[in-house]
């Protein structure tokens, strides 16, 4: 019910735009959130949104360089990724959850399979 698309090989530096499409139900009222897991570690939060899209959280490490936005006239929510370090290496999740804006991983109901997102130095 969720599709993550937009991942890839960038270098250092670089940009790219992760989506989260939604068939099957609509999202509109669920908060989204973006997760990755990089190799050999656990799944860490990297960014959530409400539902209308007016409050957002980011994690630390990302803030100021990525930019998580929604469209629910399209069922779909991004993540725009600028300034890529190799750090941001993982495969990135998203996700959508009834209980609102969280960075816990057990908030959100529903996962998406996750795409890969490889910056290289």
């Known amino acids: 019910q969720l599709q993550a698309s937009g991942g890839g090989l960038v270098q250092a530096g670089g940009s790219l735009r992760l989506s989260c499409a939604a068939s099957g139900r609509t999202f509109s009222s669920y908060a989204r959130g973006w997760f990755r897991q990089a190799p050999g570690k656990e799944r860490e939060f990297v960014a959530t949104?409400?539902?209308?899209?007016?409050?957002?959280y980011y994690t630390d490490s990302v803030k100021g360089r990525f930019t998580i936005s929604r469209d629910n006239a399209k069922n779909t929510v991004y993540l725009q990724m600028n300034s890529l370090k190799p750090e941001d290496t993982a495969v990135y999740y998203c996700a959508a959850g009834s209980k609102g804006p969280s960075s816990s991983w057990y908030s959100y109901d529903y996962w998406g399979q996750g795409t890969l997102v490889t910056v290289s130095s």
């Open positions: 949104i409400n539902y209308s899209g007016s409050t957002t």
